[in-house]
């Protein structure tokens, strides 16, 4: 049974909702902080387009919004359920774009699915439901829930990104793949780095980190947790 809860963020009021009340102590703790929202602007400076990938029910798009109010956020969210919610969620927020696809490295057609327990005993059954990704491709398809069109992000994405911020539960690297138009115009990259995730891949967090190495980026900072990218010597951001 969805959870709904009211929240703020940058002087508007909206309801938020979410298959478990687990999911509003994401968003509670980073609103009402505003995450360090001086210093975040000091860092990174004008903001104007960003793209998140694996938006899921649009807690991260709400926090840019916070962050940046107004920047223009395309969020993307291949799981139809999920993309109800993130539809639903960023209502009042006409700046945010949901987009109901899956990115990739080209163009096909994947399966989601949820891990099993067995597969994957550190996610609770409870919390699955957000925790959905790619992973029928690598041998998890006991649940199957969608058939659904993947891109690459090139292939869509029009504006000159400022912000990419990349979640997809492993196929980090198919996106990555599937986004050198992208990172050519040098925007700032966040990925969602877990082990055990890129391991149903069979990569690593260093692959990732290798890869965007190879694409001229290096980490210079976390940001919610996660590493923070930028172009080597390119400084409009970090100095």
């Given at each position: 049974?969805?959870?709904?809860?009211?929240?703020?963020v940058?002087?508007?009021?909206?309801?938020?909702?979410?298959?478990?009340?687990?999911?509003?102590?994401?968003?509670?703790?980073?609103?009402?902080?505003?995450?360090?929202?001086?210093y975040?602007?000091?860092?990174?400076?004008?903001?104007?387009?960003?793209?998140?990938?694996?938006?899921?029910?649009?807690?991260?798009?709400?926090?840019?919004?916070?962050?940046?109010?107004?920047?223009?956020?395309?969020?993307?969210?291949?799981?139809?359920?999920?993309?109800?919610?993130?539809?639903?969620?960023?209502?009042?927020?006409?700046?945010?774009?949901?987009?109901?696809?899956?990115?990739?490295?080209?163009?096909e057609?994947?399966?989601?699915?949820?891990?099993?327990?067995?597969?994957?005993?550190?996610?609770?059954?409870?919390?699955l439901?957000?925790?959905?990704?790619?992973v029928?491709?690598y041998?998890?398809?006991?649940?199957?829930?969608?058939?659904?069109?993947?891109?690459?992000?090139?292939?869509?994405?029009?504006?000159?990104?400022?912000?990419?911020?990349?979640?997809?539960?492993?196929?980090?690297?198919?996106?990555?793949?599937?986004?050198?138009?992208?990172l050519?115009?040098?925007?700032?990259?966040?990925?969602?780095?877990?082990?055990?995730?890129?391991?149903?891949?069979g990569?690593?967090?260093?692959?990732?980190?290798?890869?965007?190495?190879?694409?001229?980026?290096?980490?210079?900072?976390?940001?919610?947790?996660?590493?923070?990218?930028?172009?080597?010597?390119?400084?409009?951001?970090?100095?």
């Amino acid at each position: 049974m969805d959870a709904t809860a009211r929240f703020e963020v940058g002087g508007k009021e909206f309801n938020f909702t979410a298959p478990t009340p687990l999911q509003f102590r994401t968003l509670h703790k980073i609103v009402d902080a505003y995450y360090s929202t001086d210093y975040v602007r000091q860092r990174l400076g004008n903001i104007r387009h960003i793209v998140d990938v694996g938006a899921c029910i649009g807690t991260m798009s709400l926090v840019y919004e916070a962050i940046w109010p107004g920047v223009e956020i395309l969020a993307i969210e291949p799981h139809p359920d999920n993309f109800r919610y993130l539809v639903e969620n960023c209502r009042a927020f006409k700046n945010i774009h949901p987009v109901n696809i899956a990115v990739s490295d080209k163009e096909e057609r994947i399966r989601l699915a949820f891990p099993t327990p067995e597969q994957r005993p550190d996610i609770k059954r409870l919390y699955l439901f957000a925790n959905v990704g790619m992973v029928s491709r690598y041998g998890l398809s006991d649940a199957f829930v969608a058939e659904v069109d993947a891109v690459p992000l090139d292939s869509i994405v029009g504006w000159n990104v400022d912000f990419l911020k990349v979640d997809v539960e492993g196929s980090e690297m198919q996106v990555l793949r599937g986004a050198e138009g992208v990172l050519s115009g040098n925007p700032l990259v966040t990925v969602e780095l877990r082990p055990d995730n890129l391991a149903m891949a069979g990569l690593t967090c260093e692959d990732v980190d290798e890869h965007l190495q190879g694409m001229g980026y290096e980490a210079v900072a976390k940001f919610m947790g996660d590493p923070l990218y930028q172009r080597r010597n390119w400084r409009p951001w970090f100095s």
